[in-house]
């Protein structure tokens, strides 16, 4: 990008291919290339490898055993066999597309959001992949976002179709991502460490992308390697408190559940790190945004709510700390990471994601509105069922959807925002990341 001779707005001037700012209006596609690049700095500091070197184990007198699942899955496997300095025999769990070729791991594939059969006896592959360890072996966990969906593994006596209709209540429910894996490990062969004690006496290591608002392992792709301190009364209250219907056998099933605890003895010898996460992606894209002259404001790396809420929220904090420039001179830009829910009421609903109708929610707020332009992605590049990763807005978005012969309103009321966006060509689709550490979001204020 080509850089102006004089600093705008008499800041110091930016580093070499920085962005170049200009003070008389906002130019959108000088600030939406500027916005793709916080992303792509994001989606970088994520890198697999490069975290992964940094949590090498050491190498055991016996086996190493490697597992995994997750929408980066076969990404980690690829690096970590990289990295790693000896023999292993491994197997994960990607969703479908395309994956990263591995030379000693087998990569199986399966359906993301709704489980399919492919993920059935992917979860069961990777259980008899762990029959017969020792005290001796080491079992390397490869876990990020989105294994709850690949790895489909209901209680005996329930079915593929139970699991999927659990999911599908979930995601329609608006429960936040926690709420879910509460509920999810309690119908589950598989989730909230039972795939850890599958492998005991073996020694566990869970190497974990984060892709839930907190941090906590736990709640990535449901724990399959890393218990936590929730239980039946709590999964049966979350169910009531967010109204999610579902069949009393599965009810009474949870009920009588007694899920993997922190504190049992086969977890003894176990160690889990998060090894990339929002901040860590966050704390780079400030970094970036810096260097270019423009001054980074990170709200929050762990963001809950429904989603349309969220944006407005983005859309008014934006407009406040542009009119007041109380927080920061112009330009600058609102950070944020987490993970935002939609619920689905009742009816038809048409196409779209969390981060696509949070920017058409933010987009009706700033109708109008000059010197605002904003982006929100989800860092694995995929933003719900479409080919997007999420999409662009500005104070001419709705405007834009109008004159197209679309209804801003009524297309976010049926929770068609990939539609709106597609309409005028605003869709973010930067492709598949090979890794997963949450939502992106970025509103830049010239």
Known sequence: MSVDSKPPWGRPAPSRGAVAWRASGLDIARSRAFLASLFQTAVAAADPYDAIVRHLPQRPKGRTIVVG???????????????????????????????????????????????????????????????GLTGDDLVVALISGGGS?????P???????????????????????SAMNVIRKHFSRIKGGRLAAQAYPARVVSLVVSDVPGDNPAFVASGPTVPDLSD??????????????????????????????????????NEVYVIASARVSLDAAAA?????????????????????????MHAALAKEFAQTQRIAQKPFVLLSGGETTVTIGGGS???????????????????????????AAD??????????AGAFCDGTTVARIRARGGDARALLSGHDAWSAF?????????????????????????
């Open 155 to 177: 209680p005996f006596g329930f079915t593929l179709a139970d699991e999927i209709a659990l999911n599908e209540a979930l995601l329609a429910s608006g429960a936040p991502i």
């Open 232 to 269: 039946a009364e709590e999964a049966l209250r979350l169910i009531r408190n967010y109204r999610i219907e579902l069949d009393p056998r599965m009810i009474d099933h949870i009920r009588s559940v007694r899920a993997p605890r922190p504190e049992d003895t086969v977890f003894a010898r």
């Open 379 to 388: 860092t694995d590049g995929i933003d719900g069922s479409e080919d997007n």
């Open 288 to 312: 970036h945004a810096r260097a270019e002259g423009v001054e980074p404001i990170i709200l929050s790396d762990c963001i809950e709510g429904e989603a349309r809420d969220i944006g407005r």
């Open 349 to 375: 609903y048409g196409k779209g994601g969390r981060n696509s109708e949070l920017l058409l929610s933010s987009a009706l707020d700033l109708q109008g509105t000059d010197g605002i332009v904003g982006l």
């Open 422 to 446: 597609d309409l005028i060509d605003d869709l973010f689709v930067p492709g598949p990341t090979g890794t997963n550490v949450n939502d992106f979001r970025a509103f830049v204020v010239s």
């Open 149 to 153: 969906s690949l790895l489909p593994a």
């Open 69 to 131: 699942a997750g929408k980066a899955a076969s990404q980690m496997a690829a690096a970590f066999e990289k990295a790693w300095d000896g023999p292993l025999d491994g197997l994960v769990v990607a969703r479908h597309g395309p994956v990263e070729s591995c030379a000693q791991t087998g990569i199986l594939q399966a359906a993301h959001p709704v489980p399919d059969r492919a993920g059935l006896v992917a979860g069961e592959a990777l259980l008899n992949h762990l029959h």
